[in-house]
């Protein structure tokens, strides 16, 4: 097979400053592009990412900026000729870009949602930010960050031809394991968000307050300045992606935290879930449906509903115990999500929408319709 020619229109690829769009595309297409493929990737020229790039000339693709719909007429051409272009969720004037991507595109065009339930909860209140449910339908295929029975709804509600489950991952090479001294006893990672800021408060904050013998820290951006944080949590503004391996091998243990509208959809592991469990760092993860087809709990992650069961894992187990789950976590997650796994679930279901496109062509032309 030659290799394929693709657009991507994403969030951001340039900054991961407040979103993690940016490490689940460069480890995504750095795989992809292992594979032969091309891919330029079209990200919008905002001051907030400007101010805040750590990536600004990626070897895997060609990185360019453009500064609204009207500006994507220089890539007009690169677009049209392209074997498949993907637009990303939470891109700005997504609904615009998208119209234009659907109208000026001659081979398959996918929808890829980072944010599905998220998206889904604000089509269902008409919030039209960046999808509406009028551009599903006429996108070829529609990845979707959440499995489950999510893709049942997009392809049986919203007339999506093609839902397909492309999970975060991980890039083993920039993750590895490190032998580092422990500062903390839980870690979490992760920008502020409302919605996560109780199951934080439950899982980590608290306990925290209750066992001032143990440190803890939470870093990403976004926490509001009013936020009553225990003298044993400390605070990072920010650890951009190069730190992170050093920041989950410094920890004993760290958290992930799910937003609400994911908890509910179930199937949607974070990308930080990846990364940690490629590091060799324990997990403790607040519950959802789907968290088991990933990392068995009690042997390879561990779930928590309340602060007594995040205390009793911090004080309680022994060192061989939590070394021997976070060792288990990693060849999982090596052996069944890595990028190069995403890869190569999204190079196959770019040639399954190629495919079905020709069938139907092909139809059309038997049948004069």
Same mark, same amino acid.
């Given at each position: ?9 994403g969030?951001? =690829?340039s ?5 993690? /769009? *940016?490490?689940? $595309?460069r480890?995504?297409?750095k ?8 891919? =330029?990737?079209?990200?919008?020229d905002?001051?907030?990412y400007?101010a /805040? ?7 895997f693709?060609?990185?360019? $900026?453009y500064?609204g719909?009207?500006d ?23 609904v ?5 991507v659907q109208r000026? %595109? ?5 929808f890829? &949602? ?21 551009l ?7 990845f979707? $960050?959440?499995?489950g029975?999510t893709?049942?709804?997009l392809?049986n ?9 492309l ?8 993750y590895? %394991? ?14 502020y ?8 408060e439950?899982?980590l904050?608290?306990? *925290?307050?209750?066992?001032?013998h =143990?440190? #803890?820290?939470?870093?990403g951006p976004?926490?509001p300045i ?7 949590v400390?605070r990072?503004?920010h ?6 391996? %050093?920041?989950?091998a410094?920890?004993r #243990?760290? @958290? ?16 930080? @879930?990846f990364e ?5 760092t324990?997990?403790?993860?607040d519950?959802w &449906?789907?968290?088991?087809t ?5 042997r ?5 509903k309340?602060?007594n069961?995040?205390l009793?894992?911090?004080d309680a187990w022994?060192?061989?115990r939590?070394?021997?789950?976070? %060792? ?10 890595t990028? !190069?796994?995403?890869?190569? +679930?999204?190079?196959?279901c770019?040639?399954? !929408?190629m ?7 092909? =139809?059309a032309?038997? +049948?004069? +319709?």
């Amino acid at each position: 097979m030659n290799g394929l020619r693709v657009v991507v229109l994403g969030l951001s =690829l340039s900054s991961s400053w407040g979103n993690g /769009h *940016a490490t689940t $595309f460069r480890a995504l297409l750095k795989a992809f592009a292992a594979r032969g493929h091309d891919v =330029l990737f079209l990200e919008r020229d905002v001051p907030w990412y400007a101010a /805040h790039r750590d990536l600004v000339d990626p070897d895997f693709c060609r990185l360019e $900026f453009y500064s609204g719909v009207h500006d994507l007429e220089r890539h007009r051409d690169r677009i049209a000729d392209a074997d498949a272009v993907i637009v990303g969720s939470y891109v700005p004037d997504g609904v615009d870009v998208g119209r234009w991507v659907q109208r000026h %595109a001659r081979g398959v065009v996918a929808f890829y &949602d980072i944010d599905t339930p998220v998206t889904l909860a604000k089509l269902e209140r008409g919030d039209y930010e960046y999808l509406s449910p009028q551009l599903i339908p006429d996108y070829d295929v529609y990845f979707s $960050f959440t499995g489950g029975p999510t893709l049942d709804c997009l392809m049986n509600r919203y007339g999506s031809p093609a839902a397909r489950a492309l999970y975060c991952s991980v890039d083993p090479e920039l993750y590895p %394991a490190l032998v580092r001294r422990k500062r903390w006893d839980l870690s979490y990672l992760g920008t502020y968000s409302p919605d996560r800021q109780p199951p934080l408060e439950r899982l980590l904050i608290e306990p *925290a307050r209750r066992a001032p013998h =143990l440190s #803890f820290v939470v870093a990403g951006p976004q926490y509001p300045i009013d936020i009553d944080w225990p003298k044993n949590v400390e605070r990072i503004d920010h650890v951009p992606p190069s730190e992170h391996p %050093a920041f989950y091998a410094e920890s004993r #243990f760290t @958290l992930n935290v799910t937003r609400a509208d994911m908890i509910r959809a179930g199937f949607s592991p974070s990308v930080r @879930l990846f990364e940690a469990a490629a590091c060799g760092t324990p997990i403790i993860s607040d519950i959802w &449906d789907g968290i088991d087809t990933l990392l068995d709990p009690d042997r390879e992650i561990i779930l928590a509903k309340t602060s007594n069961d995040v205390l009793g894992v911090l004080d309680a187990w022994p060192e061989a115990r939590r070394a021997a789950l976070g %060792a288990a976590a990693q060849r999982r997650i090596l052996a069944e999500h890595t990028a !190069a796994h995403r890869a190569g +679930t999204l190079e196959s279901c770019l040639m399954e !929408a190629m495919g079905r496109r020709q069938r139907e062509y092909r =139809l059309a032309l038997e +049948t004069g +319709t």
